[in-house]
């Protein structure tokens, strides 16, 4: 069963616009929820993270949203760069040590 | 500062030949984690450990079996490969028991059964 769903396999945006990746989880205990970028023939790197007791966290360019009623996430990237370009992979957990993982969402900025 | 280093990137093996993957941490870090990722599959968890001396069972372990004799190393092993095994796996370690900053992750193997 897939608790953490990203359902747009790829997205495309404008170099200076918004990029807004969503993913929804239907897990109720998951606690933290975590955004990871990955390049290819690399491992993903640690993005943002937001505990379920916050509905925003904010680091630079990169906003998370968290909706609990919805159970919903978003990652916002503002102004998109073409260095943004990568794979993003949306994930959860609760405080078992257990993270699942979306299946990703790939990102293109085009100058 | 290596991070996690995971040894070989690329394998080749033949169904039903064995092998061990290894995954090396230099920051002190208790718990690791061996994932595999296939596409539109996301990283699913194989195995992982809270510590020296412990494993536990992930989402997918059938398979797979791992060690963690030191602190700093963590094994996984493929006793009779299948091709339904050929994937990309890494490695990944994380220092506090919340999940609050994320792992550490490792380039990955790249592993083909053939």
């Known amino acids: 069963d897939q608790q953490v769903k990203q359902n747009s396999p790829s997205l495309s945006v404008q170099e200076g616009r918004i990029s807004i990746l969503n993913c929804d989880y239907t897990n109720s205990m998951f606690d933290y929820f975590l955004w990871y970028k990955k390049y290819p023939a690399e491992g993903p790197t640690f993005l943002i993270s937001i505990s379920s007791i916050k509905d925003k966290n904010e680091d630079g360019r990169f906003t998370v949203f968290l909706n609990k009623s919805a159970k919903h996430l978003s990652l916002h990237i503002v102004p998109s760069q073409p260095g943004d370009s990568a794979v993003y992979f949306c994930a959860a957990s609760a405080y078992n040590n257990d993270m699942r993982f979306g299946a990703g969402t790939r990102l293109t900025v085009k100058p | 500062n290596a991070g996690v280093t995971q040894t070989p990137k690329f394998r080749v093996l033949k169904t039903g030949q064995s092998m061990t993957l290894l995954c090396a941490q230099d920051m002190n870090h208790e718990y690791m984690y061996w994932y595999r990722q296939d596409p539109g599959m996301g990283l699913r968890l194989i195995h992982y450990?809270?510590?020296?001396?412990?494993?536990a069972k992930g989402e997918v372990p059938d398979g797979y079996n791992v060690s963690r004799l030191k602190k700093q190393n963590f094994l996984l092993g493929l006793e009779s490969a299948a091709p339904s095994q050929t994937s990309v796996y890494f490695c990944a370690s994380r220092v506090d028991r919340t999940h609050l900053y994320g792992y550490t992750f490792g380039s990955g193997t790249r592993l083909t059964v053939v």
């Open positions: 450990s809270v510590g020296e001396g412990t494993t």
